[in-house]
């Protein structure tokens, strides 16, 4: 698992490759267990079209504000061995669990 330094790195690369600011133009989770609440549809619609505003943490949560007409936080835990990849390729993502493009 992460450990919090981890995790706060994670925070901060994020915000170093440009994250806040972008726009979710699609999610496709792939594995609907990832998702806890709400349900992985409607997560995936939920985000379509939000900007991230932000990374922030609490603990070993990773907070993202998001903009829109009824604001919402996605909040994300890393797992025993979650991280973020960017800009990868198709044949990388074997194992990834929620694609998302901006």
Not at 38 to 67: C, H, W
Request: proline share 6%.
């Amino acid at each position: 698992m992460p450990e919090l330094p981890e995790v706060e790195n994670t925070r901060r690369n994020l915000i170093r490759f440009g994250l806040p600011g972008c726009t979710i133009t699609g999610s496709n989770i792939t594995w609907a267990n990832t998702v806890k609440k709400p349900s992985a549809l409607e997560l995936a619609e939920g985000l379509k079209n939000r900007t991230i505003q932000d990374v922030q943490r609490k603990g070993k949560y990773l907070m993202f504000p998001l903009s829109g007409a009824s604001p919402a936080v996605f909040i994300i835990h890393l797992g025993m061995t979650g991280d973020f990849l960017c800009n990868t390729s198709a044949k990388n993502q074997i194992h990834s669990r929620v694609i998302s493009s901006h």
